[in-house]
């Protein structure tokens, strides 16, 4: 007990400032990387995260700011991330652990997802079918329970192949834990996937946290009480979870759309999206009001 105190005080002290509530982490192996709307544990062995971690919530689901496609690398990991050029031409997509879908609330959010320390090379078949299917599962089960906590990643293990030039693992499984709790209730739900398409229902994947961490040797949720941690971890059920229509919360969309208004109002800052004549991006910095610096913005 003592152990895993001292385990949750370093966390909250380390991630203080952050706006996400982060008081459930794996344990890690990597880097911690810091992001405003998530966190990863970045593995510079596999060159990729072994686990990204955040909360979803009902109002944060509608995903009125557009898909940004700004794909770049994570100038936070101290180690470099993978980079574009890893996945040019290997057939995998740049697969997204947190989805960018479930960080349309914010144009910050948003362009924050596409970090190449968010990405995992995953097939195409698998990205886009039954993995967006798991996707759009989860954020039906923010509107329906209000909030939820999600830790998503590849299994990371030996002997995987690689693809591009930092060698950047091609994970076979992939996983998704979903965890809410609610007037003293608790729930926790599981899934470990191939990576390749499946026409199979999204209850067929549904495994233990226990099992997760038996193939990950990660520990998922070390802050919860050690009665309700194996309690939860152990089950292997979906009795819980609703996989019909969502019920959304009746505010969410007037929510949404007051976070969306005021996102809108706020210039972009970052880097410029223009493209130089070798095809890499503008290390510019974008001028008020637009995405792109004084050069691309004439053209």
């Not at 911690?32 to 109002?59: G, P, T």
């Not at 930092?166 to 003293?184: H, M, Q, S, T």
């Not at 941690?229 to 089950?235: D, F, P, R, S, Y």
């Not at 706020?266 to 890499?280: F, L, M, V």
Request: with cysteine; hydrophobic share 35%.
């Amino acid at each position: 007990m003592i152990k895993k105190f001292l385990l949750s005080l370093s966390l909250l002290i380390s991630l203080s400032g952050f706006s996400q509530d982060y008081k459930y982490l794996p344990t890690h192996t990597g880097e911690i990387i810091k992001h405003k709307n998530y966190i990863l544990s970045y593995s510079e062995k596999f060159e990729q995260a072994e686990w990204v971690a955040y909360e979803l919530r009902s109002n944060e689901t509608v995903g009125l700011i557009k898909r940004a496609d700004d794909f770049r690398p994570d100038p936070v990991v101290k180690t470099g991330s993978a980079n574009l050029d890893d996945y040019r031409g290997s057939g995998y997509d740049r697969g997204h652990l947190a989805p960018a879908a479930d960080m349309g609330f914010s144009a910050s959010a948003m362009s924050e997802s596409f970090y190449m320390s968010n990405m995992s090379p995953q097939k195409p078949s698998f990205n886009r079918g039954i993995w967006k299917n798991l996707e759009t599962q989860v954020r039906n089960w923010a509107k329906t329970y209000d909030n939820i906590y999600v830790v998503t990643g590849g299994v990371l293990k030996s002997g995987l192949a690689c693809i591009g030039k930092n060698r950047v693992a091609v994970p076979e499984n992939f996983y998704k834990i979903v965890f809410r709790e609610k007037a003293g209730q608790s729930d926790m739900i599981a899934f470990l996937m191939a990576n390749k398409n499946s026409e199979q229902p999204l209850s067929s994947f549904i495994v233990s946290v226990d099992e997760l961490e038996s193939l990950t040797g990660l520990n998922f949720f070390p802050q919860l009480p050690d009665d309700i941690e194996n309690k939860l971890e152990a089950q292997h059920s979906a009795q819980n979870w609703d996989f019909g229509p969502c019920k959304a919360n009746s505010m969410v969309l007037v929510k949404a759309k007051k976070q969306a208004e005021i996102s809108k109002t706020k210039p972009y800052t970052g880097q410029c999206c223009g493209k130089t004549q070798n095809g890499s991006r503008c290390k510019r910095k974008a001028t008020s009001g637009t995405r792109f610096c004084w050069q691309h913005k004439k053209k």
